[in-house]
């Protein structure tokens, strides 16, 4: 879940949240639906349920639905509708999807740089932090309190799986009712079904498919660091536990992205310049209260990224092509200013040098990381 807003969690939960552990089958293949654990429909069902929002009609699978990666399936506009009608989050959704394995927020001494965290800025350390946010953000699905979800919860058909899996009484206090509801959820996210690493670039790493001319001179440019050098901030490579390869490296950056003047956000909430973008948002540097972090972004995953548009924080890139041509030219072409234009990362990417073709190829690789691939007939 999105959740845009900086809201703080109840503070009942944060003092009992725990990591979770995924348990079943290894990623070597498309997971069966049948094989989610009891805890794991549980989310599921919850995570679809559209009852649990003020007013009915929005679900967590409202913003971030299965058919594109557990995006927002409204690519129109830049940013989620929210439960009420007339509101917005003001970032783009980013993919449930291999969220799982983002480590909590941390600072790496080694590297000097921040590390981890969900959403865009880092402020949630798990998925069940991360599935508490949205249910009491006003922006998103409008819940006023704990105590609001807690009747709602004992009202579903399916109450009693709570009891089941929990215990008796799992819904009777109205703190540990929206504890149990986020676990659950987060067990959902947690599992295969969410997780699949089934892309071509799955079954080509295994020698099971075939990556065609264009897809293999765009793994190139990917890869090598004299040319698009992708793999700086989305290394390829299996992580150190033999998890196969997230294309991120869970840092954060400041790519000099311009503001979107397309965020129905910026109108509504006041929060407008002169310039009509709308307010900047300080990403990391917001939530650190870190100048020094200002305008920085977590790198986020590439898998399914060529069905999840819109592009960055933002949303302001309506195609990957445009998000490539934005790398490549950035500092030689006449594209909008940044909208933090401090921190901007002027190392790694602004000009590269790629010519049209290469960036098209560039665009085929990333075209072999959508999950469901199969062999066309």
Known sequence: MHSSTHGSLPSIIV?????????????????????LTEKEQLGKFLFFDESLSTPEGQSCASCHD???????PESILPVSKGAVKGLFGNRNDMTVSYSRHVPPLHYDSV??????GLFWDGRANNLIEQAMAPPM???????????????????????????????????ADPG???????????????SREVNPFSSKFDLWKRGEATLTDQEQRGFMLFAVESKGNCIACHPHTPMEDGTPALFTNFTYDNLGVPPNPENPFYQLSGEHNPDGYGFRDLGLGGFLNDPAENGKFRVPTLRNVAI????????????????VAFY????????????VTGNVNRDEMGDLGLSIQEM????????????????PD
């Open 308 to 323: 999840t548009a819109p592009y960055l924080h933002n949303g302001v890139f309506k195609t990957l092509f445009q998000v």
């Open 15 to 35: 003092a009992i949240l725990a990591p979770m552990l995924l348990t079943g089958c290894s990623p070597d293949r498309i997971p069966d639906p049948s094989e």
């Open 137 to 171: 953000n006003p922006l998103e699905m409008a819940n006023p309190d704990t105590l609001a979800m807690a009747l709602k919860l004992r009202s579903l058909d399916y109450a009693g799986k709570f009891e089941e899996i929990y215990g008796s009484g799992a819904l």
């Open 328 to 339: 490549n030219t950035r500092d030689v072409a006449p594209w909008p200013e940044a909208e």
């Open 66 to 72: 299965p058919a594109v990666a557990f995006t927002d």
């Open 111 to 116: 590297n000097q740089e921040w590390n981890g």
């Open 176 to 190: 540990m009712a929206f504890y149990h509801m986020a676990d659950a959820v987060a067990a959902y996210e947690m």
């Open 360 to 375: 098209e190829d560039i665009v085929a690789f990333l075209g072999t990381l959508t999950d469901g691939w199969v062999e």
